[in-house]
Nanobody, 119 residues
Framework: QVQLVESGGGLVQPGGSLRLSCAAS????????MGWYRQAPGKERELVAA???????AYADSVKGRFTISRDNDKNTVYLQMNSLKPEDTAVYYC?????????????WGQGTQVTVSS
């Protein structure tokens, strides 16, 4: 099992910044990629950014150039630095981990953290 605990959400004005953190624990040796998803009211959950163990990253077009995903392997933590925030970035942000074991591929989710961008 993998446990994910997010932190760092909150209320910020348009143009502001926030940094989300996701700390992983448990069977972390099996994780080969982590990412951030978000879900706004009335919308489907969408991928925001992802990073592999090798450091490769991917971003949704809507956040490219504004968000940066990174990881600290010593702390088993993934970060999402969000700059130039817009009202449309308002959503619950979820941390995700993909684990690969002999028995298959498993996906784990954090509890979510609210990000609200409003003046």
């Amino acid at each position: 099992q993998v446990q994910l605990v997010e932190s760092g959400g909150g209320l910020v004005q348009p143009g502001g910044s926030l940094r989300l953190s996701c700390a992983a624990s448990g069977s972390i040796f099996s994780i080969n990629a982590m990412g951030w998803y978000r879900q706004a009211p009335g919308k489907e959950r969408e991928l925001v950014a992802a990073i592999t163990n090798g450091g490769s990253t991917a971003y949704a077009d809507s956040v490219k150039g504004r968000f940066t995903i990174s990881r600290d392997n010593d702390k088993n933590t993934v970060y999402l630095q969000m700059n130039s925030l817009k009202p449309e970035d308002t959503a619950v942000y979820y941390c995700n981990a993909r684990a690969i074991r002999n028995s298959g591929i498993y996906f784990y989710w954090g509890q979510g953290t609210q990000v609200t961008v409003s003046s």
